[in-house]
């Protein structure tokens, strides 16, 4: 059976209070840094007009239904025919994202610069609680948990005796690395909030692949079935005015 536990006030006091405190200054001071190392790019024009394309690709297949078949037709055509149709690319035209990163040596440093601004103030914080705080019972959810929470909550604590509710030291750091975006949200801004989930994410990938994507937009454009809306309307109408009546 789960003990209860009486947690000291000294450990509100001198672990939890504090470890909140550190992330969120830290998380604010690693956006002011990430934000002096950024380089000032100028957005590549090929870039721009084949992101603006692929949404008015996007928008022609979501309002496909409102414009005439024949209409529909000569848009498709103009976009993803195989001879000069904005949407087409030739295999040869291909471009790699990876290929394209490295070609370019302010990407790749910027990228780099990147990853840093993250990676050392996580370590660096991580060090800093493993060896302070290590041990910790620094607070306890208001509400049960099933056995499936225990390693997520419970990280550096080995007692099975301990209810699944309590978090350890070790688990409230990573629960505020993880869960402060909607605090540096009112912040820094919702554009300017330091999210580590998503930098992780962008770790893993290059960029934006303008290649793969117009040949997607091209290939939803070639299987869309066009179905004309507007003759419909009249029936959609006297149904919806059936409906209020009755």
Request: proline share 4%; net charge positive.
């Amino acid at each position: 059976m789960a003990e209860d536990l009486v947690l000291d006030t000294a450990i509100r006091d001198w672990v939890l209070i504090p470890l909140s405190v550190v992330m969120v200054l830290i998380g604010i001071l690693r956006y002011f840094v990430s934000k002096l190392m950024r380089s000032s790019q100028v957005p590549d024009a090929k870039i721009v007009k084949e992101g603006q394309l692929i949404v008015r690709a996007r928008n022609l297949r979501a309002s496909a239904n409102f414009i005439p078949a024949k209409s529909f037709r000569a848009r498709r055509f103009y976009y993803s025919n195989e001879e000069n149709g904005l949407l087409f690319v030739p295999k040869g035209q291909a471009q790699n994202a990876q290929a394209q990163m490295f070609s370019d040596p302010n990407m790749a440093m910027d990228m780099m610069k990147k990853n840093l601004s993250m990676i050392i103030p996580q370590t660096l914080t991580f060090a800093w609680v493993n060896f302070f705080f290590s041990g910790f019972v620094a607070a306890k959810i208001p509400f049960p948990l099933t056995q499936r929470f225990r390693s997520m909550l419970q990280n550096g604590i080995d007692l099975s005796t301990v209810d699944v509710s309590y978090v350890s030291s070790r688990s409230w750091y990573f629960l505020n690395l993880f869960g402060l975006r909607g605090l540096f949200s009112l912040i820094l801004g919702e554009e300017n909030a330091t999210d580590d989930t998503q930098r992780m994410m962008q770790m893993s990938g290059f960029g934006f692949d303008p290649t793969r994507s117009l040949g997607a937009e091209k290939d939803g454009l070639d299987i869309i079935q066009h179905d004309w809306a507007l003759p419909k309307f009249e029936q959609h109408a006297e149904s919806v005015l059936q409906k209020l009546v009755h």
